[in-house]
């Protein structure tokens, strides 16, 4: 066989289109792995055929092409790969833009690498078999994409969106074509200082795995800058908690004393003649009375501030709040914890129920027991299912920990962290978190380690 023929640049770019749709394939089930699918896995692996006969399809149209139709073939085999990325997971428009540039510069760099080791095994045996590039193919293919997906893995979190801003989008793309020009400019002109066919392969190869490192690279320190501000965000959410607590405590004594004068206004009323001056002192008593009626008492001081300040919050919102506690179990728990914990949960079942159109619905239960070794905390609050932003396929589904349900917030990147908090808490404490929706109650069950 003459080699310098199959070394041509124009021969070695014409890889077997076959080849080049499984490396674009796998590059795109890569991510159909990492990353959280739309739906169920029977209709899974229908999508995963069809998006592979696809590949193969459109590579098998663009091979019948002239050359001068590689470059927009090239951009349609993106499209696909864009096409088949959004149709399968539950993704926005913008993150899809960014997975599919990862997957992209991936499969060139597998193709590319298995035509660099093809070629060297031809240059050995000086024989170009189809039967040995096909286990060229595949052993190359099984290596690389295995590999690339257990690193890739830990930069993406398969139960939320990486909510993607057009300037990190751009700075992506950039960088995926910057590496396919570098990589692949040997085949739209030979006038360059890598166009030599010794040289041509090795470029390649290297400018290929090169961008596909800043990519991982990039989403690698986006991931921890996230990691960073989510915790500072959950940490200013315990301090706000604690903030809120100390100055409820603050107000709880001021009210106290305001009770222990309350013979004051008896006084007053009895020596007040003017019947609109008695009226306002006798509103002010029904007052002070109401917020007294509002004190809790569950044999926790901390959690006895807490619940008194959401009752009142529930009393001016029309929300029913049902307590059932044993506060002696949180003896073992510290003051932040019970803040962060119980003015989480209270604060988004008030945020929910407050939205319930139907007065009488807008209910909220709460009870601390224990079982065996464990301490449980459950809240329910009731909440009209359009305020619950979960698909119908999820309605009876249970979340643990990081698998949340979405927040119907806008800014779902700040908003959130109230759950997480409280995840953060359970496992502080030896124990885990549920959150459940079914027949149109919302429900958060804690469980923390009984363990004294």
Request: aromatic share 12%; proline share 2%; hydrophobic share 40%.
């Amino acid at each position: 066989m003459d080699l310098q023929a199959f070394l041509d640049p124009v021969k070695l770019q014409d890889t077997p289109r076959l080849f080049t749709a499984i490396a674009e394939w796998l590059a795109v089930f890569v991510y159909f792995n990492i990353y959280k699918r739309r739906r169920h896995d029977k209709v899974y692996v229908f999508q995963c055929i069809g998006t592979l006969f696809m590949q193969v399809l459109y590579q098998f149209i663009a091979g019948l092409l002239p050359l001068e139709f590689w470059i927009p073939s090239m951009i349609g085999a993106v499209g696909l790969m864009y096409f088949s990325l959004y149709y399968v997971l539950d993704i926005k428009p913008k993150d899809c833009g960014v997975i599919t540039t990862h997957a992209f510069v991936l499969a060139e760099f597998a193709a590319s690498l298995y035509i660099q080791l093809y070629v060297w095994c031809v240059y050995f045996s000086n024989v170009d078999d189809f039967t040995e590039s096909v286990v060229v193919m595949c052993i190359v293919y099984t290596i690389t994409f295995i590999a690339y997906h257990n690193f890739e893995k830990g930069n993406f979190s398969p139960n939320r969106n990486l909510n993607i801003k057009t300037k990190e989008l751009t700075s992506v793309i950039v960088t995926g074509i910057g590496a396919f020009i570098m990589s692949n400019l040997s085949f739209v002109t030979q006038k360059t200082p890598f166009s030599a066919s010794e040289n041509m392969l090795y470029v390649r190869t290297l400018v290929d795995f090169g961008g596909m490192l800043m990519l991982m690279t990039e989403m690698g320190r986006r991931n921890e800058m996230a990691a960073k501000n989510e915790n500072d965000a959950i940490n200013q959410l315990f301090q706000k908690q604690y903030e809120q607590y100390k100055l409820a405590v603050d107000n709880s004594e001021a009210l106290r004393k305001e009770m222990h004068d309350m013979k004051h206004y008896v006084m007053a009323l009895k020596e007040e003649d003017n019947p609109a001056r008695r009226a306002e002192v006798l509103e002010d008593m029904e007052q002070a009375i109401a917020i007294q009626e509002s004190f809790m008492n569950t044999g926790n001081k901390v959690l006895d501030v807490i619940l008194t300040t959401k009752s009142l919050q529930c009393e001016k919102k029309n929300i029913t709040l049902n307590a059932m506690i044993d506060g002696d179990l949180l003896s073992g728990i510290h003051v932040k914890d019970i803040c962060s914990l119980f003015g989480n949960v209270l604060d988004n079942a008030i945020e929910a129920t407050q939205q319930v159109e139907d007065k009488d619905k807008r209910l909220i239960t709460l009870s601390v027991r224990s079982r065996n070794q464990f301490i449980i905390i459950e809240c329910e609050n009731y909440s009209d299912s359009d305020n619950v932003k979960l698909r119908k396929s999820e309605k009876r589904r249970i979340f643990k920990n990081d698998n949340l349900p979405r927040t119907t917030k806008k800014d779902n990147v700040k908003h959130g962290f109230g759950l997480k908090s409280i995840g953060q808490v359970a496992e502080k404490y030896g124990g885990a978190m549920n959150v459940s929706y079914e027949d149109g109650w919302f429900k958060v069950k804690v469980l923390l380690s009984n363990k004294k």
